[in-house]
């Protein structure tokens, strides 16, 4: 059994990341890890490099890249947040984006409604 790697990130963001594996029963060794090119601004650093993270969970099949930072260690780390928040989604738990998606989806559906009630004819006419 493999131990949970430690990322460029706070101490406080690795242990929320081992705790999210554990709450989601994902271990480690069920994870499959590939470090490819990344693309974007960055120059001949990111042309010699390969910072961007595919990480796959092998017995969802889901999978999750990532390759917007320039660290590989915090490319890790995010790229296995992500994955981690669609296993979560695959179990129908709530995820940062899911909650924010439905307080959106809220407030729009408020505004349409005061909207309509404004468009209204009123009945006050003389």
Known sequence: MATSPVFAVSNRKNQ????RMAELGVIEDDLEERFIRSSGRGGQHLNKTSSAVHVRHLPTGLEAR???????SLNRFMARRELLDKIAVGHGLSTAKTVEA???SKQKNR??????KKMQPS???I
Do not use: K, V
């Open 16 to 19: 929320w990341l081992i705790a």
């Open 66 to 72: 990532y390759g917007n930072e320039r660290s590989q």
């Open 102 to 104: 439905a307080r959106a």
């Open 111 to 116: 505004r349409r409604r005061r909207t309509a």
């Open 123 to 125: 009945n006050d006419t």
